[in-house]
């Protein structure tokens, strides 16, 4: 995953992306004659890429927006796969990481060292979107549990290391970090009778830990299914499930 130059850039390292064959070129002096008419974006501002020898490789990267589902899935199948996240794990796990789960929570911690050491927002953005992926598993709660133990280990120690602060956007100033936790939390609930004990209570242990330290309210956890769904509709608009039409 290290970069090829050996170095960690805070601010990422950008170079032009070429007209002719959208190759990368390099951004210094020599070549800036050859480089005056880059290709723009919709806005006029140069389309610019960061460079190929700084970019940190992630496994993972590029991390799908919507979850993904097997071909030739029905749309029952595929609303089914947009709401639980397990089959895009799977992939992240079998053909990105060579079946190594442990590996992905590799990637995470790495991500996140990137972000708590070299502030790179990029590394910050990586790891934010590997928590929506694995926070949004459902199925694969029984099937991985020492998986999801680790996991909430691993995550455990990170959120004590940062600030909630930043968790927010600064758009709609909402901490999606604490909402897919809290998603997290319902989906252990909800496969509780087919999951193993001891992932469940270290998922109340997790929580416990978050109302205390971070003052984080999951209480509404435990109400009923219809405050539930009186949450989704809360939901922001790029992260609902997908409902196919027959």
Request: charged letters at 25%; a negative charge.
């Amino acid at each position: 995953m290290n970069p090829e130059c050996g170095k960690i850039y805070s601010a990422s390292n950008l170079v032009y992306k070429t007209n002719a064959n959208d190759t990368n070129v390099s951004s210094n002096a020599e070549n800036n004659n050859n480089n005056r008419y880059c290709r723009v974006d919709h806005q006029g501002l140069p389309d610019m890429i960061i460079s190929p020898e700084s970019a940190i490789k992630f496994p993972s990267a590029p991390i799908p927006k919507h979850f993904l589902y097997p071909d030739g899935s029905t749309p029952t199948e595929i609303t089914q796969h947009s709401i639980d996240s397990t089959y895009t794990v799977e992939h992240l796990i079998v053909d990105r990481h060579e079946n190594c789960q442990f590996d992905l929570l590799g990637e995470l911690q790495f991500a996140f060292i990137i972000f708590l050491l070299g502030h790179q927002f990029e590394a910050f953005e990586h790891w934010e979107h590997l928590i929506r992926i694995l926070c949004s598993c459902r199925q694969a709660l029984s099937e991985r549990p020492e998986f999801f133990l680790a996991f909430i280990r691993v995550l455990h120690f990170q959120l004590k290391q940062t600030d909630q602060a930043i968790f927010a956007d600064i758009v709609d100033n909402e901490n999606r970090v604490y909402h897919w936790i809290r998603t997290f939390f319902m989906n252990i609930r909800s496969m509780n009778e087919s999951i193993r004990s001891d992932l469940v209570e270290r998922a109340d242990k997790f929580r416990h830990f978050l109302t205390k330290t971070l003052r984080w309210d999951f209480g509404n956890i435990d109400r009923k299914q219809n405050d539930d769904d009186d949450d989704d509709e809360n939901m922001p608009e790029d992260e609902k499930p997908v409902i196919v039409m027959m």
